[in-house]
């Protein structure tokens, strides 16, 4: 399982891999030490390893999410639009409709090809590679399920954050 998160002291993201083996996050650019919770990985050793919870910050709640670099996508729709201008200026009418339907479709098959990740709701650390969604979807044994992005959890966790940062500037004034 790989994580990818800010690191709290330094706020540089740092990849880490293998995590369901490691005691610990050590940051690569401020070798900040972040201990990994003993309960965050169930099965831990084991080939059914699932992760149970955030391992940056304590939040419970994580959701399901594609591991679909946005970049890509995006550029991808820009050469697409930009390509079918092109045929658009030289009136090819056919290759323009086919540029953009073509891109777009390149778009939705590479999303459904990508694996899933696991996103904290609170810090926004990535978890990806095997043990972060169950295979086939069915329930771990034993373990907890994440389900997709919901708003109203989203939502929660920001105005949490936010407050939290209140008081860390003036705790006088809650
Ligand atoms: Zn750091
Ligand atoms: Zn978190």
């Known amino acids: 399982m790989r994580i990818t998160y800010a690191c709290p002291a330094c706020h540089a993201t740092t990849s880490i891999d293998g995590i369901e083996t490691r005691e610990s996050l050590d940051c690569a650019a401020c070798g900040a030490v972040l201990p990994i919770p003993a309960d965050a990985i169930a099965g831990r050793g084991t080939p059914q390893a699932r992760l149970q919870r955030c391992m940056v910050c304590p939040s419970l709640e994580l959701f399901v999410r594609k591991d679909f670099p946005q970049r890509l996508g995006l550029a991808i729709v820009v050469a697409g639009l930009a390509a079918s201008c092109v045929a658009w200026a030289n009136r090819e009418l056919v290759a323009t409709f086919g540029i953009l339907f073509g891109t777009a479709l390149l ?43 919901d708003l109203e959890t989203h939502e929660k966790h920001r105005q949490l954050v936010a407050r939290t940062k209140r008081l860390a500037s003036d705790p006088t004034h809650p």
């Open 107 to 149: 778009d939705v098959t590479l999303f459904f090809l990508m694996p899933d990740c696991l996103s904290c709701y609170r810090c926004g650390t990535r978890y990806s590679g095997p043990g972060v969604t169950t295979p086939g979807g069915s329930p771990a044994a034993g373990g907890r399920e994440f389900g997709g992005f």
